[in-house]
């Protein structure tokens, strides 16, 4: 059946369709979504092109055939992501989906690469408070490190993604007796843009709280309006744009080399699994998790819940050894 199907795709003239590519590219809200979309799409309008096959309208046994030359390389997750691409490029182009779990090819061939690979995704390690407190010790003495100290803790008290982090306005804060609140006008999970607001409470000690270590960035930068995490040069210039999602993880990566840790283990996403992490550890519940993340599965965060937990009450520790 798959050898009869791939015939049958591989007989269809190549025809990569570019206009559609780009109105599918066109309906990505997100960025960071635009940017993934944009990336998947162009791999499989360059692979199908390779190998002569039409990848607008495609046959399922394309499709299937792709899964198997992705299983080589990449994860289960973004393979699964790729069909979603797929799906979506053929929607906007009113044509039916090659990539739904309805066309038996399809679905056995993802079910079997999922077996065949596993579906735990590996993330990057949670910077809980023990490190991040390490971490603080490490920082530059410059600008530089006044608005990293900044970033690393209002991201992680906030539970911040990097591209909320990296967009934040000045517009966006609030001083309140409690500490600060920052408004996040939208995010992965509010693509319509409707707002929430993120309390980020005063810490216990100057040296960690974010609330101090925010208004000290925001006075020796002079900020009054515009960005308010932005780029510093080697020599100390604040530049007046935002931060670049990526320079997040960048920021992140640099100041956990300095103290000691592996970079390569840690990204932007650090921060908020840290949170969930320390959180979960200290006792808070999903809800007052969720709360503050803006998650909107309880499975995801109940993973973090899970992997805090890991030795709590453990009956391995009962053993007596």
Known sequence: MLDVQVAAALAAA????LEQAELYLEAAKAPSTLRAYRSDWEHFLGWCEHRGVAALPAEPGTVALYLVALAAS???????RRLTSITKAHAIAGHPTPAKMEHAIVAETLQGIRREL???QTGKTALVTADLIQVLAHLDEGLG????RALLLVGYSGAFRRSELATFQFEDLAWVDEGAV???RRSKTDQAGQGRAVAIPRGSHAQT???TALGTWIREAAITGGPLFRPVSRSGHI???????DSVGAIVKRVVARAGFDPSAFAGHSLRAGFATQAARNGATAFDIMRQTG???VNTVSRYIREAQLFRDSPAGKLGL
């Open 14 to 17: 190549p025809d990569p369709l």
């Open 182 to 184: 920052l408004t996040l």
């Open 74 to 80: 990449h994860k289960p997750a973004t393979i699964t």
């Open 209 to 211: 709280c974010p609330v």
């Open 295 to 297: 998650h909107r599965s």
């Open 118 to 120: 596993g579906t735990r």
């Open 239 to 245: 530049r007046n744009t935002t931060l670049h999602p």
């Open 145 to 148: 490190g006044v608005r990293d």
